[in-house]
Nanobody
Framework: QEQLVESGGGLVQAGGSLRLSCVAS????????MGWFRQAPGKEREFVVA????????QYADSVKGRFTISRNNAKNTVLLQMDSLKPEDTAVYYC?????????????????WGKGTLVTVSS
């Protein structure tokens, strides 16, 4: 079964760090851009970051720029999201996504695959 599986969420104090991991089935990962979205309680789901298949293009939401870092290991079908200097407003369920189109991820439409999400809670 083709799937994306996130891990690494949890509870952290403001200013702390977490690293999220997304492992994809090889049938999903190969050739696809990857990214992360998040949805806070009572809010719309929002784009966080995208990375192209070869890692040459990366785009961050302004709200996380300079604090979050995305990377990918194509040999291990894995994408990592390093989150530093976390703020209470970063509290959300974080979803890993995959799509052949980098633009579909940054635009938030027609995305091929979504993970089930991992919860990140940042306490003040």
């Amino acid at each position: 079964q083709e799937q994306l599986v996130e891990s690494g969420g949890g509870l952290v104090q403001a200013g702390g760090s977490l690293r999220l991991s997304c492992v994809a089935s090889s049938g999903i990962f190969s050739g696809r851009a990857m990214g992360w979205f998040r949805q806070a309680p009572g809010k719309e789901r929002e784009f966080v970051v995208a990375i192209s298949w070869d890692g040459s293009r990366i785009q961050y939401a302004d709200s996380v720029k300079g604090r979050f870092t995305i990377s990918r290991n194509n040999a291990k079908n894995t994408v990592l999201l390093q989150m530093d200097s976390l703020k209470p407003e970063d509290t959300a369920v974080y979803y890993c996504v995959a799509d052949f189109s980098f633009g579909d991820i940054t635009g938030g439409y027609g995305i091929d695959y979504w993970g089930k999400g991992t919860l990140v809670t940042v306490s003040s």
